[in-house]
């Protein structure tokens, strides 16, 4: 990935490099796994003669330094090819769309670097369905009462309309509610833990450039299809 521009079949390589059947082994909160899992794909991704690095938890990007307190800017992993900062990277569970807003303003950032990708990786958290209903975990935030949906489709949309020529892929970790997961002393009772029923059973993606939009790419599947 040298150069002034990413392609964006470069990227799919990269993203395909990932994992996820370890993911696919894990319940709970996804953060830390699929960040570990992703700086382990880009280390291991380094051509030859040149290294791959990360740095995890930057600190803010801020150029204006009299409003750092009212706009940070803080990605989760930044990826570097040599001595270069070349990709960012956003995982989230709970809001896509401010996500979605951090990594706009990675992407179009001029100084103190120029970023050639973006990776939003979204990971189902919530789950719902009352009683005798089967739950399911999804991607969607509560705002307020009305429980506005920002699926999917929204996700997709507000992505579109940040995107620039550089190629953003954004990765969808699906999870399968799972009642009594691990060893039934290790209780899940309360509801603020209800995610670590979740098991990863789906992981997708899409590129985006240009505001358009590529097809979907499978890059792990366990669902149950009988």
Not at 31 to 44: E, F, K, M, Q, S
Not at 108 to 121: A, D, E, H, N, S
Request: hydrophobic letters at 35%; proline letters at 4%; a positive charge.
């Amino acid at each position: 990935m040298a150069g002034h521009k990413v392609k964006a079949d470069e990227l799919l390589k990269f993203v395909k490099s990932v994992n996820w059947e370890t993911a696919a082994r894990t319940f709970g909160n996804s953060h830390n796994t699929l960040i570990g899992l992703l700086v382990d794909a880009w280390i291991r991704f380094a051509p030859k003669r040149k290294a791959h690095y990360v740095l995890e938890a930057p600190p803010s990007l801020e150029e204006n330094e009299k409003r750092k307190e009212k706009a940070r800017r803080l990605s989760d992993v930044i990826l570097v090819h040599d001595v270069r900062p070349v990709g960012i990277v956003e995982v989230e569970g709970l809001d896509p769309f401010k996500a979605c807003k951090k990594m706009a303003r990675y992407l179009k950032m001029r100084k103190p670097t120029r970023f050639l990708f973006g990776l939003c990786v979204f990971y189902a958290c919530r789950p719902r369905g009352g009683k005798g209903q089967k739950k399911e975990l999804y991607w969607l935030k509560v705002k307020d009462a009305k429980d506005k949906d920002t699926g999917l489709g929204n996700i997709k949309k507000k992505a579109q309309g940040i995107s620039t020529d550089k190629p953003l892929m954004l990765i969808f970790v699906d999870k399968e509610y799972e009642s009594d997961p691990l060893d039934p002393n290790i209780h899940l009772r309360k509801a603020g833990a209800q995610y670590g029923r979740g098991k990863v059973n789906h992981v997708f993606g899409y590129i985006i450039v240009r505001g358009k939009s590529g097809s979907e790419i499978c890059l792990l599947d366990k669902r149950n299809k009988a």
